[in-house]
């Protein structure tokens, strides 16, 4: 459905770009756990176990795979916990983030996501005082590595790392995590060189690429723990007319109250209901731009009836529409469960 939504929305916009502006918009999104009032303080752990060097890693050179190729995974299970670890702490939400350097596991299953035992959770957050902890539970790396010729004996390699892993919240006393987060990611590097020899001084290996992408997905994993804010893209309607040419020159200019006034008077004046259906549009937007996002939705809800009922469920500004009340929609619980995490 969000494929379908976002190719109707790429095919409206090509047969419209003269008549709208793109408008970047930023929204403060909740953290995917919630976690209670009483957690100000948590521990990250790396609660993963290391896969053996032998595993996970091709090397073809030359179309040949090479059954000495190795990887080792330990520093990269510890930079994946420290990168998720500073980038919480960077955002100050919680009052300290610590990190847990010692392993917690003395079994060998490397493969298993196994989830830290309750005693385990309320003795670490006994020693170290914090309320809640963080824990890689598993992470796992897949590299292929490609090495080929072109004429003139001019090298080029191929390198890439597929990482997935499990990540757990837990709170002491309870029996069963908090919550679970599954994170899946690649990383991709492709350079060239005269030689090989040449080509090992750009190309990483396969130690320094797991590490990076393990680092990666540290910090991409940082917004299910903590708010934070996305980018996303928006967009005002155009039309012919002094009031339309005056409300998006002050919208461009990023007066927002003057050109809500004409669009306003746009929808209280105008006899034809695709005008209204616009200025409807444009007017939501203003009340996103001011928080004020139930007048929002009320707003584009009009605007989205009035494509419905005229142009009908097929028409692609009617789709577009609907995607747009439904992001704002989404804002509205958003901000529910923001407020409980900010108390």
Avoid at 130 to 154: P, Q, W
Avoid at 266 to 291: C, F, G, P, V
Wanted: some cysteine.
């Amino acid at each position: 459905m969000k494929k379908i939504g976002l190719c109707l929305l790429i095919a409206w916009l090509l047969s419209a770009c003269s008549t709208i502006e793109y408008i970047g918009i930023e929204t403060y999104n909740p953290a995917e756990v919630t976690f209670p009032k009483s957690v100000k303080n948590v521990l990250v752990v790396n609660n993963a176990l290391p896969q053996p060097d032998n595993l996970g890693y091709i090397y073809k050179l030359y179309g040949v795979i090479q059954d000495t190729a190795r990887m080792k995974a330990d520093s990269a299970l510890f930079d994946a916990c420290r990168s998720l670890g500073t980038s919480i702490a960077e955002e100050s939400f919680f009052k300290d983030v610590l990190l847990f350097h010692d392993g917690t596991r003395l079994d060998t299953q490397y493969q298993d996501g196994v989830k830290l035992d309750k005693a385990v959770v309320n003795r670490l957050c006994k020693e170290t005082g914090t309320e809640a902890i963080i824990s890689f539970d598993r992470l796992l790396f897949n590299v292929e590595k490609n090495v080929s010729t072109l004429s003139g004996g001019y090298v080029v390699g191929d390198l890439q790392v597929y990482v997935s892993g499990i990540i757990r919240s837990y709170l002491p006393g309870r029996e069963n995590p908090l919550a679970t987060i599954h994170v899946e990611d690649s990383l991709y590097w492709s350079e060239g060189a005269e030689n090989i020899t040449l080509l090992a001084q750009f190309l990483p290996t396969a130690n320094e690429a797991i590490r990076a992408a393990a680092d990666y997905v540290g910090k991409k994993a940082t917004p299910n723990f903590i708010p934070h804010w996305d980018k996303e893209t928006r967009w005002i309607y155009k039309s012919e007319g002094a009031r339309w040419k005056e409300a998006t020159a002050y919208a461009m200019s990023e007066k927002w109250e003057q050109a809500s006034s004409r669009w306003k008077a746009i929808y209280d004046a105008s006899s034809k209901w695709r005008e209204q259906a616009k200025a409807a549009s444009n007017l939501a937007l203003y009340y996103e731009m001011n928080t004020q996002l139930k007048e929002a939705y009320d707003w584009a809800m009009k605007s989205y009836m009035l494509f419905k009922e005229h142009g009908g469920e097929a028409d692609s500004q009617t789709g577009v529409q609907q995607l747009y009340v439904d992001a704002l929609s989404k804002r509205i619980q958003s901000n529910l469960k923001l407020n409980t995490q900010f108390e």
